[in-house]
């Protein structure tokens, strides 16, 4: 079957690094995406990774290694409006996204 | 508009109502998508449009479920005779063209929140 893994919830210090694991399981593999959601909010598009490797985008980076199943968002220099809710999303080989439950990044100052 | 627009953004109903829920996707996204979200939870899908293809689906919870796309822009999600479990936020998406590097990417819609009392 198809299935994502995410840490549930993660606490992190105000300027610190955090570092929010996903692991994938799916049929066929167009890519992996992150997006952010605050409470409240719809989703909101961060990144996406379809070759081994990290890409970097000011704070944050996403790394992905596909012989893994296994990618990492990477939080820098945090603030107190990174808190959110961060969910992976794998494409399968329908370009349909697998989606996982989230994980609840807690800033505290 | 430049986003994805959906209507209404709240929807207070009673049990057994039936309810329309609205989603205007970005222009020239061929690709559109509902989503259901409980408090807490992740995304569940509920139904994929992709141009003129039949949708998919799969993800419909139950036969009181349904959804249209117009002219391959406006769709609408229909619940008849809705349930309390039928709660939650429903969000739509929309995405260029899947199959195509950088252009899967889907765009969300505000949401809809819907309460049946």
């Known amino acids: 079957g198809q299935n994502i893994d995410q840490p549930t919830e993660m606490t992190a210090t105000e300027g610190a690094i955090v570092q929010i694991n996903c692991t994938y399981q799916?049929?066929?593999?167009?890519?992996l995406f992150w997006y952010q959601q605050h409470a409240g909010e719809a989703p909101t598009f961060l990144s996406y990774?379809?070759l081994d490797g990290l890409e970097e985008k000011g704070r944050f980076s996403s790394f992905l290694s596909r012989s893994k199943g296994y990618s990492y968002l990477l939080l820098k220099e945090l603030q107190m409006k990174d808190s959110a809710s961060y969910l992976c999303?794998?494409?399968?080989?329908?370009?349909?996204?697998?989606w996982g439950a989230g994980t609840k990044l807690i800033i505290k100052p | 508009g430049a986003g994805v627009s959906q209507s209404p953004s709240n929807k207070v109903t009673e049990k057994g109502k039936d309810v329309e829920l609205r989603c205007d996707p970005i222009?020239?996204?061929?690709?559109l998508y509902w989503y259901r979200q409980s408090l807490g939870q992740g995304l569940e899908f509920l139904i994929y449009?992709?141009?003129?293809?039949?949708?998919?689906k799969s993800g419909l919870p139950s036969d009181r479920f349904s959804a249209e796309r117009t002219g391959g822009s406006v769709s609408t999600l229909t619940i008849q005779r809705t349930q309390q479990e039928d709660s939650a936020v429903y969000l739509c998406?929309?995405?260029?063209?899947?199959?195509?590097?950088?252009?899967?990417?889907?765009?969300f819609g505000p949401g809809t929140r819907l309460l049946v009392l």
């Open positions: 998406a929309s995405s260029l063209e899947p199959g195509h590097t950088y252009q899967e990417t889907q765009y």
């Open positions: 222009s020239g996204h061929t690709a």
């Open positions: 449009f992709q141009g003129n293809s039949a949708p998919d």
């Open positions: 799916t049929s066929g593999f167009n890519g």
């Open positions: 990774n379809v």
């Open positions: 999303a794998a494409m399968d080989s329908n370009y349909q996204l697998i």
